[in-house]
């Protein structure tokens, strides 16, 4: 569907430097690494090119991370002493503080979230507090709305909802509920989620599931010493890390309000705006990215987090030459596994592809906690099943589930490739489990998909149950500020209301003009039956040489469908070529349409 996301945050060793005179960096960067006598010509060459993230850029690491926060180790000494000087009013006024709330406007340290994970059964986080809400609490409110979001979509399409779509409608329901959180985000080409954004905390925290208990940490560390900026920027960026990672839009808000007290705490402070640019990617708000970040690097040049903010929202805003010389500049200055992942994917846009698996599996060989190997070895997988290399790729794919078996885009892109070998039943099993967990539009569309193409007893009622909960998920991100107007053209052009997704393709185009929104827009153009509108679109999103089979098979239907009978053909022989597993609906359509037009 969508591209890339972030997954997991790469490795804390890269904290930010305050100076302007970078230090020795034991990681050396990829010219030393790549470059022989010779290549720098070529080299400048490519650093025209550029790479669009919506699903897969790695994240960044920060000094003032989770982990250190929960330790107490990260007091400015002057905060210290100012929340000394509190009284128990003032400290109490701060305590119920939106942004220190785990669950929503007026609650204290995560009362929301307590009380939906009580209701969980135990299938959520365990890292909030069950203190009582003191203000304002409006889980239940909130709560009922977005569980009868999910009823409405189902209800009103299919009054014979299956116990598998009540299975389903429940796991998202608590997944987008203020506060909770399920349990358990990727490479472009066909794979992701909604948000794209750097993250500062430790990628330890994310595959062993601290995450949520370090929040709880940060929460009772805000209690106790209210005027930590630091901390508040770094309570801020947890919650961005948990939405984005765990299909959570809801924390979004409290992400906001925690960054915006670290900035009343202590104006312009560099690890705030970070935040904020975090924040921004992840509600696709990339133009807000980009001016956050080079905010940062104004004050820090070195800023990891910001350099790597920096390539992505040039990416995602489709400004691909600015995106290859900032990853250039980037790999300068800091170099290391965010950056490095990064500048693959630059290349990879470019069709690049050797230069992205050399550096990727640079990247790999530099990683060492386990947050760094699942993300880097998942990001080779999902460049190796974009090939066509569906060996490789659930090699790769057990490498990172070596490290954490429990992280999803490595067990969706596993389920992925095995669908390509024609494993149906394996594939169905394990997207059914990242579905369970993981209720995002990306899974959501490829169970429904798998359903279809399998066409057992009962399937095609299964599948439209997937594309309903979509519709859900996208109404609840909207309703969290989350921009999911791509994510509905794609899932609605194949499996919805066309002319939503026309509509929705459009608004898209109109913020960003990326080889994701032309191709989106070129398809939604195509169902709705304006094929000639749609042809410049299909021909404009392949013309970076990104090797992407959905891309050249959404251009050759379209070239068909015009009459441009030898160009579709080669299209759509190029799709197979590349990889005649991109989709199980697709790659069958494609064969349909070559033995048609024999």
């Not at 679109?537 to 089979?549: F, H, K, L, S």
């Amino acid at each position: 569907m969508s591209p890339r996301t972030n997954e997991s945050a790469p490795d804390g060793d890269h904290g930010e430097r305050s100076v302007a005179t970078p230090e020795p960096d034991p990681v050396p960067p990829i010219r030393a690494a790549t470059d022989s006598p010779g290549r720098s010509a070529a080299r400048a060459r490519v650093a025209a090119a550029g790479r669009t993230t919506s699903a897969h850029a790695p994240s960044t690491s920060e000094d003032t991370t989770v982990a250190a926060a929960a330790e107490g180790t990260v007091v400015d000494r002057e905060n210290e002493k100012n929340s000394a000087e509190y009284d128990e009013d003032a400290a109490g006024d701060e305590r119920t503080d939106d942004a220190a709330d785990g669950g929503g406007p007026g609650t204290v340290s995560g009362e929301a979230g307590a009380g939906h994970e009580r209701a969980d059964a135990g299938g959520g986080q365990t890292g909030v507090s069950d203190e009582p809400a003191v203000a304002g609490d409006e889980r239940g409110g909130a709560g009922d709305e977005r569980v009868d979001a999910v009823r409405r979509v189902s209800v009103s399409a299919r009054r014979w909802r299956t116990v598998q779509l009540v299975a389903c409608a429940a796991s998202l329901a608590v997944a987008l509920t203020a506060g909770a959180v399920v349990v358990g985000a990727v490479r472009s080409g066909s794979g992701a989620t909604v948000a794209a954004a750097p993250s500062g905390v430790s990628p330890q925290l994310l595959a062993s599931g601290d995450l949520d208990t370090s929040i709880t940490a940060l929460q009772a560390h805000l209690r106790a010493q209210p005027k930590d900026f630091g901390g508040w920027a770094t309570l801020g960026l947890a919650y961005v890390e948990q939405a984005r990672t765990k299909g959570d839009p809801s924390r979004y808000p409290q992400a906001q309000q925690a960054l915006d007290r670290s900035l009343k705490l202590r104006p312009g402070n560099e690890p705030a705006l970070a935040g904020r640019a975090a924040l921004a990617a992840a509600r696709h708000d990339f133009t807000g990215a980009l001016t956050y970040a080079d905010a940062v690097l104004k004050e820090n040049p070195y800023s990891e987090r910001a350099l790597s903010s920096r390539i992505d929202a040039l990416v995602e805003l489709g400004r691909y030459t600015e995106a290859s010389k900032a990853a250039d500049l980037a790999d300068a200055r800091r170099p290391g596994v965010p950056v490095f992942t990064r500048y693959a994917y630059v290349h990879e846009l470019r069709g690049d592809v050797r230069t992205a698996r050399r550096v990727l599996e640079q990247a790999l060989g530099t990683a060492t906690s386990r947050g760094d190997i699942s993300y880097v070895a998942s990001a080779l997988g999902q460049l190796a099943w974009n090939q066509g290399e569906y060996t490789d790729a659930l090699t790769y794919y057990a490498r990172a589930l070596a490290a954490d078996d429990t992280y999803l885009p490595a067990l969706e892109g596993r389920a992925r490739a095995q669908a390509a070998r024609g494993d149906e039943a394996a594939a169905i099993k394990g997207m059914e489990q990242v579905v369970e967990r993981y209720p995002l539009p990306q899974p959501l569309v490829e169970l429904g998909e798998l359903y279809e193409a399998r066409g057992n007893p009962g399937d095609v009622r299964k599948a439209h149950d997937q594309y309903a909960l979509v519709d859900a998920w996208i109404a609840l991100a909207h309703s969290y500020g989350v921009d999911a107007d791509l994510d509905t053209a794609l899932a609605a052009a194949d499996h919805g209301d066309r002319g939503a997704a026309l509509k929705a393709a459009r608004d898209e185009w109109a913020r960003r003009h990326t080889v994701h929104t032309a191709d989106a827009l070129a398809w939604a153009l195509h169902v709705n039956g304006r094929d000639a509108e749609a042809l410049p679109y299909a021909r404009r999103a392949t013309a970076t040489g990104y090797r992407n089979a959905s891309f050249l098979y959404h251009r050759g239907m379209i070239e068909r469908a015009t009459g441009h009978g030898k160009e579709a053909r080669a299209s759509l022989k190029a799709a197979l070529g590349l990889n005649a597993g991109f989709s199980p609906l697709g790659a069958r359509a494609a064969r349909k349409a070559l033995e048609d037009d024999k």
